[in-house]
């Protein structure tokens, strides 16, 4: 299977700020199609899941442009440009090109 | 608009069994697959299984091989998961989501339930 490692688990972050959140698959996540199925959820508290970003770097409708996603290969990054309120909570990758489907640890996103 | 609703949560005792739905609607049902996911309490997210809808193709981890299964029903725009032989791990909030993918091919969920919490508990 493939394991996915996000760092850090825990991200303290001050209003405004960036926060920046690494994922890393024991596999290249490359499928023969040539696209990459590497995804990033976010769960507030309390909630469900709900998609950010799909395939690597695609912001889902209504997801505020301040979330970036990026990588290749094996590693990827979510970026978040000014940290707001609403933004903590955890953040999961997740790798969609290799069965079974698996997550990463997840990252607590917190205000300091 | 896509959305999907879960049944209500659901306390079982250790070696019983339980099932949980998800009704779907606002899309084409049949267009697309089901992933079930799942949470315990403090813990991050344990992908469990999806079927397709359109030819009832399955994929799901070996662990679960035994005590799981995903079936859906066209007629009505619902999925199902029954897992038995329940012990306490299984404690957990248990999540549907629409997955791209109607064959076994690469992809991801989008859209997701409400979740159900199962508790099994003696």
Same mark, same amino acid.
């Given at each position: 299977?493939?394991?996915?490692?996000?760092?850090?688990? /825990?991200?303290?972050?001050?209003?405004?700020?960036?926060? /920046?959140?690494?994922?890393?698959?024991?596999? /290249?996540?490359?499928?023969?199609?040539?696209?990459?199925?590497?995804?990033?959820?976010?769960?507030?508290?309390?909630? /469900?899941?709900?998609?950010?970003?799909?395939?690597?770097?695609?912001?889902?409708?209504?997801?505020?442009?301040?979330?970036?996603?990026?990588?290749?290969?094996?590693?990827?990054?979510?970026?978040?440009?000014?940290?707001?309120?609403?933004?903590?909570?955890?953040?999961?990758?997740?790798?969609?090109?290799?069965?079974?489907?698996?997550?990463?640890?997840?990252?607590?996103?917190?205000?300091? | 608009?896509? $959305?999907? !609703? $879960?049944? #209500?949560? #659901? +306390? &079982? &005792?250790?070696?019983?069994?339980?099932?949980?739905? @998800?009704? *779907?609607?606002?899309?084409?049902?049949?267009?697309?697959?089901?992933?079930?996911?799942?949470?315990?309490?403090?813990?991050?997210?344990?992908? =469990?299984?999806?079927?397709?809808? $359109?030819?009832? %193709?399955? %994929?799901?981890?070996? &662990?679960?091989?035994?005590?799981?299964? =995903?079936?859906?029903?066209?007629?009505? %725009?619902? *999925?199902?998961?029954?897992?038995?032989?329940?012990?306490?791990?299984?404690? *957990?909030?248990?999540? @549907? *989501?629409?997955? !791209? +993918? $109607?064959?076994?091919?690469?992809? #991801? =969920?989008? !859209?997701?339930?409400?979740?159900?919490? +199962?508790?099994?508990?003696?």
């Amino acid at each position: 299977d493939a394991v996915m490692t996000q760092s850090p688990l /825990s991200l303290p972050v001050t209003l405004g700020q960036p926060a /920046s959140i690494s994922c890393r698959s024991s596999q /290249s996540l490359v499928y023969i199609d040539g696209n990459t199925y590497l995804s990033w959820f976010q769960q507030r508290p309390g909630q /469900s899941p709900r998609r950010l970003i799909y395939k690597v770097s695609n912001r889902d409708s209504g997801v505020p442009d301040r979330f970036s996603a990026s990588g290749s290969g094996t590693d990827f990054t979510l970026k978040i440009s000014r940290v707001e309120a609403e933004d903590v909570g955890f953040y999961y990758c997740m790798q969609g090109t290799h069965w079974p489907r698996t997550f990463g640890q997840g990252t607590k996103v917190e205000i300091k | 608009q896509v $959305q999907l !609703v $879960q049944s #209500e949560d #659901e +306390v &079982k &005792k250790p070696g019983a069994s339980v099932k949980v739905s @998800c009704k *779907a609607s606002g899309y084409n049902f049949a267009s697309y697959g089901i992933s079930w996911v799942r949470q315990a309490p403090g813990q991050g997210l344990e992908w =469990m299984g999806w079927i397709s809808v $359109q030819n009832v %193709n399955l %994929n799901y981890p070996h &662990k679960l091989q035994g005590r799981l299964t =995903m079936t859906t029903d066209t007629s009505t %725009n619902a *999925a199902y998961l029954e897992l038995r032989s329940l012990r306490s791990d299984d404690t *957990a909030i248990y999540y @549907c *989501a629409r997955d !791209v +993918v $109607q064959f076994l091919q690469p992809g #991801e =969920m989008d !859209v997701w339930g409400q979740g159900t919490t +199962v508790i099994v508990s003696s």
